[in-house]
């Protein structure tokens, strides 16, 4: 049994305007476009734009907050030796484990329950939704100070639940070693974050024709079949804009990993390092390169996803 998508349509040029020009109407909206959003784009231009720059700048020197007198232009220096040290390519490591594992689990948990969100009965479905949606709600720092407790000896209840679980124990110390620190940190944004792709991923459903799904029965493709070969290729613009924020999203980890290990037991990630970096240490020069190593990898990450996915997105929300 072959994909079944909707064909594509062929674009067409609007008659009343001649090729590759604009009619008066779309000039005009386009103009309002603008002004509408002329303000708020010049707002997060400002607000994004500068750090970077600044970032950038500082980079190139060898900067102490607590000694500013002594600044001196080093160059490229600060990126070599971030580079050429274990403790970026630790930090590196931690990060991809922490954003492979989440994103993995999250992407499979996450089409499940958009999946019931989606079947639930219309009497109960905004109960489900609610309910679903409960822990996104959640600020990142209180979720990690709750996942936190209960992982603790001193205040947690997690070991005296499952210490019938081989390896769990009333004195497992879940924060003394990097694994099972990484697999504290993973729990709490899975549980965190994978309503945020549910989310995503019931939008994508909601754009899944019906008439190919009927299509597929009257054919007589079972439901793992429908599955396979119907929803998820309609879906596929709508899994890689969740994927690819999800990503982004736990690349740039911090706050969890803050509150419970603050990077103990190598479990620092990159955003950590820049923070310690940045502030702990004062360096504001080594700070502002690993902040731009950082940045340079989301932006590697975003075009990776999107010339991997192949997807055209314009076509996809139905601008033909």
Do not use: H
């Amino acid at each position: 049994m072959t994909q079944t998508t909707l064909p594509p349509v062929e674009k067409t040029q609007p008659v009343s305007s001649p090729r590759g020009s604009i009619s008066d109407r779309s000039r005009a909206e386009r103009k309002l476009g603008w002004l509408l959003a002329g303000p708020a784009f010049l707002v997060m231009l400002l607000v994004t734009a500068y750090p970077i720059v600044q970032a950038v700048y500082y980079s190139l020197f060898s900067y102490r907050l607590t000694d500013p007198e002594n600044r001196s232009f080093e160059g490229l220096s600060n990126y070599w030796v971030i580079l050429t040290d274990a403790v970026w390519w630790q930090s590196i490591l931690v990060t991809v484990i922490i954003t492979v594992i989440t994103v993995a689990v999250e992407l499979v948990l996450g089409f499940a329950l958009a999946m019931v969100m989606a079947k639930a009965l219309s009497s109960i479905r905004p109960v489900v939704r609610a309910a679903i949606l409960i822990p996104y709600a959640v600020i990142t720092v209180v979720s990690a100070f709750a996942w936190a407790f209960a992982f603790r000896i001193s205040t947690g209840f997690v070991n005296s639940w499952f210490a019938w679980l081989p390896g769990v124990s009333e004195t497992t110390d879940w924060f003394g070693g990097q694994a099972s620190s990484l697999f504290v940190i993973c729990i709490a944004e899975i549980w965190k974050t994978t309503p945020f792709i549910s989310l995503l991923l019931l939008a994508g459903l909601a754009q899944v024709p019906d008439v190919l799904q009927e299509a597929a029965k009257v054919d007589g493709a079972t439901a793992w079949q429908r599955l396979w070969k119907v929803t998820i290729p309609n879906m596929k613009a709508a899994i890689m804009v969740a994927l690819l924020f999800r990503t982004l999203d736990a690349f740039r980890i911090f706050d969890s990993i803050f509150i419970m290990t603050a990077g103990a037991n190598n479990t620092e990630s990159v955003s950590f390092l820049a923070y310690r970096q940045t502030i702990s240490r004062v360096e504001i020069g080594l700070g502002s390169a690993v902040s731009v190593l950082l940045f340079l990898s989301v932006v590697l990450i975003a075009f990776s996803f999107i010339k991997g996915f192949k997807v055209d997105l314009a076509q996809a929300r139905g601008d033909r």
